[in-house]
């Protein structure tokens, strides 16, 4: 008989996600992976991989942490939690390097936009963060802009106009980190004719 309240906890040590090998090694079997996923306890993630959906665990932003330590948040994700856009993004954009397995990067929930970077450029910029009170990794504020110039054309016009304000306007903007990512993410340029008036 399964103890869902012992499956919890252990699914609560794991970050609420857990692989079929750790549940494996736990005693929990393919036929009790079945009767969870059937009683709507679990679900499968992409293969291989369960959450738990119980609303104490279920914050997108643990299983993400979980299944993609390596990722940094960036984008549309990054300009919502510097509050330079006050639309909650559909999905959530991570960098990642460009070498990692492609397979990897297919589940079916939470939403993902994957954004393959070069290994020299994926650390440039990264800090920590808190949400959902997990620590994440994400790009602070000037790589963040960097990147929307970057991306500039496939941004809605809205989206990045309000992001480069919000910039322009944030007390704790850092131009001379801008001027230093913009070399290496060839947006030299861009900062200057689109940001240099505003500074």
Not at 138 to 161: A, G, P, Q, V
Request: with cysteine.
């Amino acid at each position: 008989m399964l103890s869902y309240d012992k499956i919890k906890k252990l699914f609560a040590n794991h970050g609420y996600v857990m692989r079929t090998a750790e549940l494996f090694a736990s005693k929990i079997y393919y036929k009790d992976i079945q009767k969870l996923l059937a009683d709507g306890v679990i679900e499968k993630i992409k293969r291989g991989y369960y959450h738990w959906i119980d609303q104490s665990g279920d914050s997108e932003i643990t299983i993400i942490n979980r299944l993609f330590p390596d990722a940094v948040l960036c984008m549309h994700s990054a300009l919502f939690y510097y509050g330079y856009n006050d639309r909650t993004p559909a999905e959530w954009h991570l960098a990642v390097d460009k070498d990692v397995s492609k397979y990897r990067m297919k589940i079916d929930y939470p939403f993902v936009k994957i954004y393959f970077i070069e290994s020299s450029l994926l650390n440039l910029g990264t800090t920590r963060g808190e949400i959902d009170g997990s620590t994440v990794r994400i790009y602070d504020r000037d790589r963040t802009i960097c990147d929307c110039l970057r991306y500039m054309s496939k941004m809605d016009k809205e989206i990045f106009n309000k992001a480069i304000q919000g910039y322009v306007k944030d007390q704790k903007k850092n131009v001379p980190n801008l001027i230093k990512y913009a070399k290496p993410l060839r947006v030299q340029k861009k900062v200057k004719d689109l940001i240099g008036v505003w500074l």
